[in-house]
Each structure stands twice: as C-alpha cells, then as structure tokens.
C-alpha cells in the first residue's frame, strides 16, 4: 500500500489467493479509492468477482482499477462486464 487510499495487488488474484483479500475489504472502514493491478501476475474469474465486489462495497465513491491485466479484461468481456472495471 502506497499510502491508505491506493491499494496495490500482486501476485496471483485466484481462487487460492481471493479469499483472504475478500476478508480484508470486509475489515477495512474505509475502502481505497484506487486498486492498482500492476504486479499482478496471474488472475481467473475469483479475481474478476473480487474487483466487481469492491465496486459494489464503495456504492457511490469512485473506485478507479489501474493497470488491469490483460488476462482480467479479457474475463470481464467474456462475462460482459467491461464496463464495471472502467472508471
């Protein structure tokens, strides 16, 4: 984490790795307002339904996805859901 409004993930976002991830956006009383996907290196639809869970946790607050991995916006068009991932 760069500084408290900016979430950095890396690695995997998968089925194996979601879950915790899930619990610590359950925690944290103020969600970041951006979700920085540089470093990660490998994501499945887990990782896809944990991005579409932090839109649907901000509600109203703008949550802005930075660099998105190829692999998640291929998901996301597959699942025709392009346009929650976009800012």
């Known amino acids: 984490m760069t500084d408290p409004h900016t979430w ?20 944290v009383p103020n969600l970041p307002t951006v979700i920085d996907l540089q470093n990660v290196t490998r994501t499945d639809s887990a990782g896809l339904a944990l991005l579409i869970e932090f839109r649907k946790q901000a509600r109203e607050k703008p949550v802005i996805f930075r660099h998105l991995p190829d692999q998640l916006l291929s998901l996301a068009a597959v699942c025709g859901v392009t346009e929650l991932l976009s800012g």
């Open 8 to 27: 950095q993930f890396s690695g995997e976002l998968s089925f194996a790795t979601v879950p915790t991830l899930l619990a610590q956006l359950k925690s």
